[in-house]
C-alpha cells in the first residue's frame, strides 16, 4: 500500500485577488516506511528546536516563516533563522524520504482559459499517482491531503475511477479508471502532521521556483526546489525536465 499526502499553493479561484497559480504537490511514501520517515522526521524536528529554538510541537508552515501571520511563536526567530529553517527543511527532504517519490502539479491560470482548475489540477495528479501504482510498484494507494474541498475531490476520484478518458497515441481517447487508488481521499490538518507540514515546504518553493519575488531573492528561495531533485518523479511528465505536470 501507498499513500500519497497532498497540500497546495494558491488558490483555484479567477479575477481580482485570486493568485496566477495553482500548485498541487503529492509526497508518495509505502506504508512499510511510514515508520522510519516519521523517526526522522522527529529527529529533524528536535535538531531544528537545538538550532533556533523552534518549538517541536509548531507547525511548519513555509508562507508563515517568510511572513508570520497566525504563528505568533515563530516571532521570536529572526527572519534570516526562518529562512534558514526552510532551506534546511528542503535539504533534508530527499534524506529523510530516501525511497519516497514527489509529483507536482503547477498550473499557470492564464494558459488554461475557461477550465476549472481545481478538477484540471486534481485529474492529473490522481492519473499521474494511478499511473505510479499500476506501472511501477503494482500495488493499491490511498489519498491524504490537507484539508481541501473534500466533497468536491471526492466526487472527482469516484467519478474518474469508472471514467477516465486519455489521449491514445494513435487517434481519439481511450478510458483508464484509475481504479489502483482505493477508498476515498481522507483529510488530515496541517497542524497535526509531519508529513503534510513536508509537502506544504515543497509545493511553496516550488511556487517561488516558477515565481520568484525580488525581495525575497537575497535569501534563495527560488533555488529551493532544485534540492528535492533526487525524489522527484520525473517521469510524470515527459515535456519537463523536473517532471512537473503543466497542461
Known amino acids: 500500500m501507498y499513500l500519497m499526502y497532498v497540500d497546495e499553493s494558491g488558490d483555484t ?41 523552534l518549538n517541536q510541537r509548531t507547525e511548519i508552515h513555509a508562507q508563515e516563516l517568510i511572513r508570520i501571520n497566525k504563528a505568533k511563536e515563530l516571532a521570536s526567530i529572526t527572519k534570516s533563522n526562518r529562512m534558514n529553517i526552510l532551506k534546511d527543511y528542503c535539504s533534508q527532504l530527499p534524506i529523510i524520504f530516501d525511497t519516497a517519490k514527489i509529483i507536482n502539479v503547477c498550473l499557470n491560470k492564464n494558459e488554461h ?38 466533497k468536491k475531490l471526492m466526487a ?15 487517434d481519439g481517447f481511450y478510458n483508464v479508471p484509475i481504479d489502483n487508488i482505493i477508498e476515498d481521499p481522507f483529510s488530515r ?49 515527459k515535456y519537463d525536465n523536473w517532471g512537473i505536470i503543466r497542461r
Open 189 to 237: 490538518n496541517s497542524q497535526h502532521s509531519y508529513f503534510i507540514q513536508s509537502v506544504d515546504m515543497v509545493a511553496h518553493v516550488l511556487y517561488r521556483k516558477e515565481f520568484p519575488k525580488g525581495s525575497l531573492k537575497k535569501f534563495g528561495l527560488e533555488y529551493q526546489f532544485q534540492k528535492l531533485e533526487p525524489i522527484l518523479l520525473k517521469e510524470a511528465s
Open 156 to 170: 472527482l476520484q469516484r467519478k474518474m475511477r469508472i471514467y477516465n478518458p486519455t489521449p491514445s497515441h494513435y
Open 13 to 53: 479561484g479567477r479575477g481580482i485577488g485570486s493568485s496566477e497559480h495553482f500548485i498541487l504537490s503529492g509526497l508518495i511514501i509505502a506504508q512499510d516506511d511510514w515508520d522510519k520517515f516519521l523517526s526522522r522526521l522527529k529527529i529533524f524536528r528536535k535538531q531544528l528546536k537545538e538550532t533556533y529554538g
Open 113 to 150: 482559459p475557461g477550465k476549472d482548475i481545481f478538477e484540471l489540477a486534481w485529474s492529473r495528479l490522481l492519473q499521474r499517482f494511478d499511473r505510479f501504482l499500476k506501472r511501477t510498484v503494482n500495488d493499491k494507494g490511498i489519498i491524504v491531503p490537507d484539508d481541501t474541498d473534500s
